[in-house]
Nanobody, 121 residues
Framework: QVQLVESGGGWVQAGGSLRLSCAASGRTFSSMGWFRQAPGKEREFVAAISWIGGRTIYENSVKGRFTISRDNAKNTGFLQMNSLKPEDTAVYYC????????????????WGQGTQVTVSS
């Protein structure tokens, strides 16, 4: 089992920044992803990173604004979000799996409880 705990969500004005953290414990894993879900919308892929090699993928709407990273020694992943827009408002979830990075949420085995990000106009 892998336990994931997100933190760092909150309220920010459009154009501002937030840094989300995902603290992992338990068994090892290969990849960590970030997903988000806005009210009335389907869950959407945001970014993912391989834990050893640090390879990354991003959803097109956040590319250039968001940066995914990790601190292997602390077993913690991060999502730095800059130039935030109202459409970024959602509950953000981190997820992990013992496989390669992918945008497909169905293959991630472990999920955090989410953290709310609200961007005002």
């Amino acid at each position: 089992q892998v336990q994931l705990v997100e933190s760092g969500g909150g309220w920010v004005q459009a154009g501002g920044s937030l840094r989300l953290s995902c603290a992992a414990s338990g068994r090892t894993f290969s990849s960590m992803g970030w997903f988000r879900q806005a009210p009335g919308k389907e869950r959407e892929f945001v970014a993912a990173i391989s834990w050893i090699g640090g390879r990354t993928i991003y959803e097109n709407s956040v590319k250039g604004r968001f940066t995914i990273s990790r601190d292997n020694a602390k077993n913690t992943g991060f999502l730095q979000m800059n130039s935030l827009k109202p459409e970024d408002t959602a509950v953000y979830y981190c997820a992990a799996r013992n496989g390669e990075i992918t945008f497909r949420d169905a293959v991630y085995n472990y999920w955090g409880q989410g953290t709310q990000v609200t961007v005002s106009s």
